[in-house]
């Protein structure tokens, strides 16, 4: 079993950063690959970033890549996205995801998910 705690969403003007954060329970994190995903409301949850569970790969979606950054540190049991040069679409809720060892694109594959956390991107 892992819990999943997201913070740092929030209110920003396009062209701004946040940072999100996830951190999971557990002693076994670095079992997990990791992932995230966004729902805006009346659209389909969106893969974001996933990264592998050492951190050595990882893998965006075409509409964040160059933009955000996904990391994780395994001895604080937490996992990162980093979001610049923010766009009003990218206003959603956030969710971090957790899966057993083998990294996915797709949401239906992973198990464990956190609460998810509001960013909003004023234009």
């Known amino acids: 079993q892992v819990q999943l705690v997201e913070s740092g969403g929030g209110l920003v003007q396009a062209g701004g950063s946040l940072r999100l954060s996830c951190a999971a329970s557990?002693?076994?994190?670095?079992?997990?690959?990791m992932g995230w995903f966004r729902q805006a409301p009346g659209k389909e949850r969106e893969f974001i970033a996933a990264?592998?569970?050492?951190?050595?790969?990882?893998y965006y979606s075409d509409s964040v890549k160059g933009r955000f950054t996904i990391s994780r540190d395994n001895d604080k049991n937490t996992v990162y996205l980093q979001m610049n040069n923010l766009k009003p679409e990218d206003t959603a809720v956030y969710y971090c995801?957790?899966?057993?060892?083998?990294?996915?694109?797709?949401?239906?594959?992973?198990?464990?998910w956190g609460q998810g956390t509001q960013v909003t991107v004023s234009s």
């Open positions: 990264i592998s569970r050492g951190g050595g790969n990882t």
């Open positions: 995801a957790a899966r057993p060892l083998v990294v996915s694109t797709a949401w239906r594959d992973y198990n464990y």
């Open positions: 557990g002693r076994t994190f670095s079992s997990y690959a």
